[in-house]
């Protein structure tokens, strides 16, 4: 598949088989992931990787309504911020930097074969304590989203995506 078709071929899953996926296609998305752009290349996120299944249980359980979807996952993947890393000047980069690498993931584990849905967590402060506390993370360290990873056990292949939107471009000017 070719990067255009990949971003026109994507689609949110959250319905998944029971078939792991191996460490080598998780350490694949999670180097596309790191791959992407980040402001002054501050690099500056980290990612909690959960393929255990009974870890997978426990965190769906305690994660609200993303938790109906992360549960069947074959892995997720909990992307945060490292304001240790952020770049001085404007440290609210870190935001899409993170958004950018969790992006890369996904379009990766579609290229890959594998579906995957992105649930937001930032900026509601509920879910990042929740998050934050579960996984016991460091002060510097801030949840921005789940990212649920695994073989589709649902065909959306049929569906479109929107035309291109002419009324929401413009040229030059507004």
């Known amino acids: 598949m070719n990067t255009v078709e990949t971003i026109l071929n994507r689609r949110s899953i959250r319905k998944y088989k029971q078939d792991p996926v191996s460490e080598e296609d998780i350490r694949k998305i999670l180097a596309c992931g790191m791959a992407g752009p980040s402001a002054v290349n501050a690099r500056d996120w980290s990612f909690v990787v959960v393929n255990d299944k009974e870890k997978i249980a426990d965190w769906a359980e305690k994660s609200g309504r993303a938790g109906n979807i992360i549960k069947d996952a074959a892995f997720a993947v909990l992307v945060c911020a490292d304001t240790s890393r952020s770049f001085k000047h404007a440290p609210e980069f870190y935001v899409i930097n993170a958004a950018i690498a969790a992006e890369n993931m996904i379009l990766a584990a579609t290229d890959l074969g594998i579906g995957s849905v992105w649930l937001g967590v930032w900026p509601q402060n509920e879910k990042i304590e929740t998050q934050k506390a579960y996984f016991e993370l460091p002060e510097e360290i801030i949840p921005q989203s789940i990212i649920a990873f695994g ?24």
């Open 151 to 174: 073989y589709p056990d649902e065909d959306k292949s049929g569906i479109p995506h929107k035309d291109y939107e002419e009324d929401r471009v413009h040229f030059n000017q507004w």
